[in-house]
């Protein structure tokens, strides 16, 4: 059926088709072990930094150290708990980055069309605008980076605080005036009864514990009340910040002192945050002799209770 030279060129079709297939395994394995050797090299790279690697005499590397590898198998948690975070210090921080840097291009815009000369009065009161949003996206990122270094100090116990005798009645006063447009632009009521008191502390740290607690409360409240109240006595200075907000469960009330403890601590959180605020606040309180509670339950709001020791 078939002339003896098309035999011939169909063997030699087939030849080369199998030559070719075998070359390909060939590199591909070549490849693959390639790869795997490289693999090797980067994860040995990588072990010898972090002295899970042992040595034996001729310097050769023997056996991984089973003491690190069980080591770092508990702590895969701490692993996974760290990584969580970076992911979050990550989220918090690019949410106030891209309102900066879309309002920077907004401003450049005005800027040229204030230049060209064209309806002054309208670009120059956009500057204003976008300048303004700027300035509050940048305080969140400031406060955002402030926090995380108060954590890394308090960390290595290098949190520490000013003693000087102070009205507290005068800060709250201060703090809660700033707060106010921000609490009435989302349609809630701020009340205040605020009595006098005196106080020996760092006053900064101390306004720093009011902001954290305001803060919360127009966080997690979307209707209703925050109510900030300030008496003394002989003994004691009670501060409260009470809201009509989502409020805390009971079994939730000693962890949101903890660092990283957020009751909503799924991805998709709704209120944003890292979780730190109230652990600076407990542990700044608690440099100053005092102690801070939390009366709620859920869907009653919630009310954070400061007690310091009164300076006479
Ligand atoms: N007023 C409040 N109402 C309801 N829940 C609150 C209130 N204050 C705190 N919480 C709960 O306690 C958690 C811890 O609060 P904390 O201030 O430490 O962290 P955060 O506000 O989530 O983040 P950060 O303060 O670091 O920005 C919050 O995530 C929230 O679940
Ligand atoms: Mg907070």
Not at 100 to 117: D, M, P, S, T, W
Not at 156 to 180: E, H, K
Not at 193 to 220: E, P, T, Y
Request: hydrophobic share 45%; charged share 25%; aromatic share 4%.
């Amino acid at each position: 059926m078939f002339s003896d030279s098309s035999v011939g060129f169909i063997a030699s079709l087939i030849t080369a088709v199998l030559v070719l297939a075998g070359l390909i395994v060939m590199i591909r394995k070549l490849n693959r072990s390639n790869m795997r050797m490289l693999q090797f090299m980067t994860e040995s790279i990588d072990a010898i930094g972090e002295g899970i690697v042992v040595f034996d005499r001729q310097d050769r590397v023997a056996l991984v150290n089973p003491r690190y590898s069980k080591m770092m198998r508990s702590n895969q948690p701490a692993v996974a708990k760290k990584s969580r975070f970076i992911g979050k210090v990550s989220h918090e921080l690019r949410t106030p980055l891209t309102v900066i840097n879309g309002y920077i291009a907004c401003l450049v815009k005005a800027a040229e069309r204030a230049a060209e000369g064209a309806d002054p009065d309208r670009n120059v009161a956009q500057i204003k605008a976008h300048g303004a949003r700027i300035q509050s996206a940048a305080s969140h990122m400031r406060r955002i980076v402030e926090d995380l270094l108060d954590w890394s100090n308090n960390e290595r116990g290098r949190l520490v605080m000013d003693r000087a005798p102070f009205a507290m009645d005068a800060l709250l006063r201060d703090v809660t005036d700033d707060f106010r447009m921000e609490i009435e632009r989302k349609g809630l009521v701020l009340e205040t009864a605020i009595g006098g008191a005196q106080v020996m502390g760092d006053r900064a740290r101390l306004k720093q514990v009011i902001c954290n607690l305001l803060s919360n409360a127009l966080r997690f409240t979307d209707a209703g009340r925050i109510v900030v109240t300030l008496a003394s006595d002989r003994d004691e200075v009670r501060m409260a910040v009470a809201d009509t907000g989502i409020g805390v469960a009971p079994q939730d009330h000693a962890r949101i002192f903890e660092t990283f403890h957020q009751v909503d601590n799924s991805d998709a959180r709704t209120y944003g945050g890292l979780g730190l605020g109230l652990a600076i606040v407990a542990e700044i309180v608690r440099q100053h002799g005092g102690r801070i509670q939390v009366d709620s339950d859920l869907g009653t709001g919630a009310v954070m209770t400061l007690r310091l020791p009164t300076h006479a």
